[in-house]
T-cell receptor, first 111, second 113 residues
Framework: GENVEQHPSTLSVQEGDSAVIKCTYSDSASNYFPWYKQELGKRPQLIIDIRSNVGEKKDQRIAVTLNKTAKHFSLHITETQPEDSAVYFCAATSGTYKYIFGTGTRLKVLA | DVKVTQSSRYLVKRTGEKVFLECVQDMDHENMFWYRQDPGLGLRLIYFSYDVKMKEKGDIPEGYSVSREKKERFSLILESASTNQTSMYLC????????????FGSGTQLSVL
C-alpha cells in the first residue's frame, strides 16, 4: 500500500544552524504535501504545505521543496531557535481523504 | 480560529469496557477524522467521515467503530477495549473537498488496563 518514509527519526542541531527533514512517498498520484509540527503535549499544527504544481515554497525561516520525479519532499528550517524543538510530521495525499503520514522526526535545538 | 475539542485529555479504562471518545468542531467542516498516534509509527487513520452519517474505514479500523449523527460531532467507539488500544487518539477536521488542511484536537491519551 501507499507509504511515506521520513528521515531522520531524531535530529539535534545547534541553535542558529539549519535543519533538514526528508520524506519519500510511494503513491505517484500524491498531489498535496503538508508538514505538521507537534510540540510536547500539544496538538499537531500545520506549518507549511506544498502542492504538486510547485517545486518550492518558503515562509520566513521554513521552506519545503518537492521533487516529483524522485517522489521526495523536504522541510528546511534555517536559523533554528529553541522554540523549533518539536516533532515534525510530513504527509502526502492524492486528493482522497486519506493522508499518509510519516513516522515523525524529533528535532532538538541545543542552546 | 478553528476549534476541535476532544472531550477528555486522559482516560483510563479496563479491558473489555466500552469506550466513547468524543470530538466536536465549530467550523462547519464536512470532513472529520480519527487518528491513532503511537511512538515510531506516526499517525495512523482509523476512520473518517465526509458527511453526516457517512463513514469510511481507514488503515486500522479493527476494534473500532464511529458515529456521526451531527455535522459537528464525530465519536470513536471501542466496543471492547483491549490493552493494545492504549494510545493517543487524535481527532481532526478539514474543510470541504479533498487535500485540505487538517485541524487537530488536543488528543486523548487512553490507557487500557
Amino acid at each position: 500500500g501507499e507509504n511515506v518514509e521520513q528521515h531522520p527519526s531524531t535530529l539535534s542541531v545547534q541553535e542558529g544552524d539549519s535543519a533538514v527533514i526528508k520524506c519519500t512517498y510511494s503513491d505517484s498520484a500524491s498531489n498535496y504535501f503538508p508538514w505538521y509540527k507537534q510540540e510536547l503535549g500539544k496538538r499537531p499544527q500545520l506549518i507549511i504545505d506544498i502542492r504538486s504544481n510547485v517545486g518550492e515554497k518558503k515562509d520566513q525561516r521554513i521552506a519545503v521543496t518537492l521533487n516529483k520525479t524522485a517522489k521526495h519532499f523536504s522541510l528546511h528550517i534555517t536559523e533554528t531557535q529553541p522554540e523549533d524543538s518539536a516533532v515534525y510530521f510530513c504527509a502526502a495525499t492524492s486528493g482522497t481523504y486519506k493522508y499518509i503520514f510519516g513516522t515523525g522526526t524529533r528535532l532538538k535545538v541545543l542552546a | 480560529d478553528v476549534k476541535v475539542t476532544q472531550s477528555s485529555r486522559y482516560l483510563v479504562k479496563r479491558t473489555g469496557e466500552k469506550v466513547f471518545l468524543e470530538c466536536v468542531q465549530d467550523m462547519d467542516h464536512e470532513n472529520m477524522f480519527w487518528y491513532r498516534q503511537d511512538p515510531g509509527l506516526g499517525l495512523r487513520l482509523i476512520y473518517f467521515s465526509y458527511d453526516v452519517k457517512m463513514k469510511e474505514k481507514g488503515d486500522i479500523p479493527e476494534g473500532y467503530s464511529v458515529s456521526r449523527e451531527k455535522k459537528e460531532r464525530f465519536s470513536l467507539i471501542l466496543e471492547s477495549a483491549s490493552t493494545n488500544q492504549t494510545s493517543m487518539y487524535l481527532c481532526a477536521s478539514s474543510p470541504p473537498g479533498e487535500g485540505g488542511k487538517l485541524f487537530f484536537g488536543s488528543g486523548t491519551q487512553l490507557s487500557v488496563l
